[in-house]
């Protein structure tokens, strides 16, 4: 348990495991993060990052035979990896909740907005029927419903993509959670829907002093809303440290990569360069640095050290022998 | 910058029928509303819009994938589409070569790279030998192997199979290659390495491109112009970079605010 009650969630040298068959293959290898309360953290990595498990390590949404879980994972200093079903059914729902990347795979599409937000009122609280009506009322006025008693008798396809994603804020935020992890939440909607929904989730994150623990692939998002990123690369954390800090003066050389190949208005017919060559592959473990393949500033060192994770500056840790300073 | 047209989209109108439901009359959707474009030779002109828009629906008329209520498509002085006469150029025929948002999902996974590659030519009745060298020089252009004729889609990843997708594209020699959202499923260190091929065969083969795609920061990159489509109406159009940094329309200077950038 930690002692630091403003620490919502805490990942130590976090592995996790994917078990299938009697054989175990490694996604995640020894990640360390914190989400203080009331912060915006956002995880960011392209796929095969290890990105998804992790959120789903937090939820344990995967029974410990699917997942295996070494190094200590905490959420409100309760130990994830350890903690019995029923301690992980009251986490769930209570002290954390999750919102997805499709909204209507996530609601029920026979039951109306108000009856799902009930549902999950009445798992965690004993409410009266007139305070429970009150409090989906005021949720969905939360998420920016201007009539909130219409919508709450509509059913899930009759709402719009972003609709349809506020009503999963609503119902995660029924039971004022201290953490809301969020994966990839608007990938699937345009651009200025995913600019509604994230900020009706910033101005709610400033509202309930709420922590975010927000999943995304794109920087230029996680950029404008974050107060903290981690920089996931084949399963590993390359890099953490303040939007700012690690956006404006990037340590590791990956992420200064990834912040190149950003598109950008081109000018004339210069190029940006991308970065050669793939991701690696999660089950191709090897000693050195995971991102030594492609790194322009690698050193021969690079490719056989164990590398661990050092300060790189007041906010910023790094995961590489050679720094950008 | 005077280059002639290479395909001509005039007075293009498409409307879908919703089939009725339960206690729900059908109805028409209006898709396209009277769309007009020029793209000129050797430049790639994006078609930016929402889910809505109408933005692939174009694409698919361009192609020959889908039919105009009412309009015409010409590709240079030729006629593909003139529905007032009741012509339609089928989408084999017409010199015009697409590509696709997944490559996964539009390779056929139990076939070699070079049956993929050369099934076109095939059709067109090509010889078998002209169809090995010609797949060859198309799968050298997007920087694959020719070994790589004999493997299976499986075996590449993400960008190697839009490298393959873009390859079966350019080996027909189109005057005018459309791409629908060609890299928004790949990974951001990848898409740059597909953005610059797409500019190098540009450049290379004077090909035409007509980009048909949500994200605007890959429009800034690679588009010369740009048409804003909203609602089935063209709401702005004009070069990326004065349409990029002076939005005229209420809408574009809306959408252009909602892009985070860095």
Not at chain 1, 248 to 260: D, I, K, Q, S, V
Not at chain 2, 225 to 250: D, F, N, Y
């Amino acid at each position: 348990m930690t002692g630091d009650p403003d620490i919502i969630l805490e990942a130590r040298n976090l592995s996790l495991f994917l078990r299938q068959d009697g054989a175990e293959l490694k996604v995640v290898d020894d990640v360390s993060f914190r989400v203080a309360r009331g912060e915006f953290f956002a995880l960011i990595g392209e796929s095969g990052s290890g990105k998804t498990t992790i959120a789903k390590a937090v939820m344990r949404l995967l029974p410990t035979g699917k997942l295996r879980i070494a190094g200590s994972l905490s959420v409100t200093g309760i130990d994830v990896a350890r903690a019995p079903e029923q301690a992980m059914r009251k986490l769930r729902g209570q002290a954390m909740s999750m919102i997805f990347q499709e909204p209507m795979t996530s609601l029920n599409p026979i039951m109306t907005v108000a009856a799902q937000i009930d549902e999950a009122l009445q798992t965690h609280q004993s409410l009266s029927s007139a305070a429970r009506h009150a409090r989906i009322m005021q949720l969905l006025s939360d998420v920016r419903f201007d009539k909130p008693e219409q919508v709450s008798a509509q059913y899930p396809h009759e709402l719009s993509g972003g609709m349809r994603q506020r009503v999963m804020i609503a119902i995660a935020l029924a039971n004022d959670p201290l953490l809301l992890i969020a994966d990839e939440p608007t990938t699937a909607l345009d651009v200025t829907i995913q600019q509604e929904v994230l900020e009706i989730l910033v101005r709610l994150q400033g509202k309930y002093r709420l922590s975010v623990f927000f999943i995304s692939h794109d920087l230029a998002l996680v950029n404008r809303y974050a107060n903290r990123i981690g920089v996931l690369y084949g399963g590993v954390l390359m890099e953490t440290g303040s939007t700012a800090d690690v956006i404006g003066r990037p340590a590791h050389p990956y992420t200064e990569a990834l912040l190149a190949c950003m598109p950008r208005l081109r000018e004339g017919t210069a190029r940006q360069a991308g970065i050669e060559g793939n991701v690696p592959r999660v089950d191709d473990w090897f000693d050195g640095c995971r991102f030594a393949q492609r790194c322009t500033h690698v050193h021969p060192e690079c490719r056989s050290t164990r590398i661990d994770i050092s300060a790189a500056g007041p906010t910023q840790s790094v995961r590489c022998l050679h720094p950008l300073s | 910058m005077d280059e002639p047209v290479a395909l001509r989209l005039s007075g293009i109108s498409k409307t879908f029928m919703t089939p009725a439901g339960f206690l729900k009359p059908a109805y028409r959707t209006p898709a396209l509303k009277d769309i007009s474009i020029d793209v000129r030779a050797s430049e790639i002109l994006a078609i930016v819009g929402e889910s809505g828009s109408g933005k692939t629906t174009l694409g698919r008329i361009a192609v020959g994938l889908e039919k105009p209520d009412s309009g015409t498509v010409h590709l240079g002085e030729r006629i593909l589409v003139d529905r007032s006469r009741g012509i339609h150029v089928p989408a084999s025929k017409r010199g015009i070569s697409m590509i696709f948002q997944d490559p996964t999902s539009s390779l056929n996974p139990r076939m070699r790279v070079r049956d993929i590659v050369g099934e076109g030519l095939r059709l067109a009745g090509v010889g078998r030998r002209e169809i090995s060298e010609r797949a060859a020089n198309a799968l050298a252009l997007v920087g694959l192997r020719t070994e790589d004729l004999e493997r299976y889609p499986h075996q590449f990843s993400g960008g190697q199979r839009q490298r393959i997708g873009i390859a079966r594209a350019i080996v027909m020699e189109p005057a005018v290659l459309v791409a629908d959202e060609p890299v928004s499923s790949l990974d951001v260190s990848v898409q740059m390495q597909v953005l610059n091929l797409i500019l190098d065969i540009r450049d290379k083969l004077k090909l035409t491109v007509l980009f048909v795609t949500h994200n605007i920061a890959v429009v800034e990159y690679l588009c010369d112009r740009m048409v804003v489509l909203s609602r089935g109406e063209i709401v702005e159009r004009g070069s990326t970079h004065a349409v990029i940094q002076a939005p005229q329309h209420a809408y574009t200077q809306r959408l252009l605010q909602a892009v985070p950038r860095l």
